[in-house]
C-alpha cells in the first residue's frame, strides 16, 4: 500500500500505549490497531486531528507516501 501510516513510531517517541492513545483520541484499540496495520481503507479529518492533538504532531508524522516497487515511472 503506498500510504504508510506511522502511528507506532509517534506512540513510541511518546512512550504512549495503544490503550493509553486510543482512549484519549476516542478509539476503541482495536480501530487503532486497524490503523497501525495499513488495513484501513480511511481516516476522518476529525479523528487525524485528534491523532495530532494528542500526539502533538502534523499530519505527515502520521502518514507517509511510499511508491510501490510495482510502480514506475
Known amino acids: 500500500m503506498p ?3 506511522r502511528i507506532d513510531v509517534e506512540l513510541a517517541r511518546r512512550k504512549m500505549s495503544v490503550g493509553e492513545f486510543a482512549e484519549r483520541v476516542g478509539l476503541t484499540p482495536a ?3 486497524v ?6 481503507k480511511a481516516v476522518r479529518f476529525s479523528t487525524l486531528e485528534a491523532m495530532c492533538r494528542v500526539l ?3 499530519p505527515g508524522d ?3 507516501w511510499v511508491e510501490d516497487e510495482g510502480e514506475g515511472r
Open 3 to 5: 500510504i504508510v501510516v
Open 62 to 64: 502520521l502518514l507517509e
Open 31 to 33: 480501530n487503532v490497531a
Open 35 to 40: 490503523l497501525k496495520n495499513g488495513r484501513a
Open 56 to 58: 502533538d504532531c502534523q
